[in-house]
């Protein structure tokens, strides 16, 4: 049988399995993400402004790339939704505070995860029908241009999800205050550069500011799983 000292310990327990694999999670998420943003400076990735000649020969001359990131896609598509789904419970186990907030990150990370299934899904078709072509099809543009479109999009889910957590995590008492600070710049940039989502398609500059407000996630994810492990 056991005793009262036991059955208080197991919820600590579970809770603090729980903590570390939100923060596992959003560790590995952030470590995957980079290495694909690496994959792409090596290759040389264009910008959406790019001519169509080049973007058929670099999906045609970088085939082997494409297939190396639609795996970590593959992969850190699941870490993202544990972790913000794991999170929302990990908020409401430490009393509630910041749920809504969690709620709004939980919602948010599951469109990021469905806009970013599209991104890849037109990424591998360029790259499949790029070999046998010999000159750019309206359709081999076309599919450029809706891959650019929805990864302009993702850029303001991003931002929503990214301040949902920040202030979730803040919230609740997982993060310090400097951790939130970071969380809504991050955010904030993202969903600026959202603004522009259209320009952005069509090869703005604009896309660095987003690209700032990632890196800013990315940098928070890393700080606040770790803490969240530690905990």
């Not at 001519?51 to 058929?56: A, D, G, T």
């Not at 806009?115 to 990424?123: D, E, P, R």
């Not at 997982?174 to 955010?187: D, E, H, N, S």
């Not at 994810?221 to 492990?229: D, E, F, K, T």
């Amino acid at each position: 049988m056991r005793t009262p000292k036991d059955a208080a310990t197991t919820p600590a327990r579970s809770g603090s399995i729980r903590g570390r694999l939100v923060g596992a999670a959003a560790i590995a998420f952030a470590v995957l993400v980079v290495i694909e943003n690496v994959l792409f400076a090596v290759t040389s990735a264009l910008p959406y402004g790019a001519p169509i000649e080049e973007v058929l020969a670099y999906y045609a001359a970088n085939r082997g790339a494409v297939a190396i990131v639609s795996a970590l896609v593959a992969l850190y598509l699941p870490l993202l939704l544990v972790f913000v789904t794991g999170l929302h419970g990990l908020v409401e186990r430490r009393g509630g505070a910041g749920a809504d907030w969690s709620r709004l990150a939980l919602a948010a990370g599951a469109t990021l995860s469905a806009i970013f299934v599209l991104v890849n899904v037109l990424q591998i078709g360029l790259a499949v029908s790029a070999g046998g072509l010999a000159e750019p099809t309206s359709a081999f543009e076309l599919v450029w241009q809706i891959h650019a479109a929805a990864f302009a999009m993702a850029l303001p889910t991003m931002g929503t999800t990214c301040i949902g957590a920040a202030l979730a995590t803040h919230a609740s008492g997982l993060t310090p205050a400097w951790q939130r600070v970071l969380g809504l710049v991050g955010g904030s940039l993202l969903l600026a550069a959202g603004l522009g989502s259209l320009a952005i398609a069509e090869g703005s500059a604009l896309l660095f500011v987003g690209l700032l407000g990632f890196a800013a996630w990315l940098v928070w994810l890393l700080a606040a799983g770790v803490r969240i492990v530690r905990l």
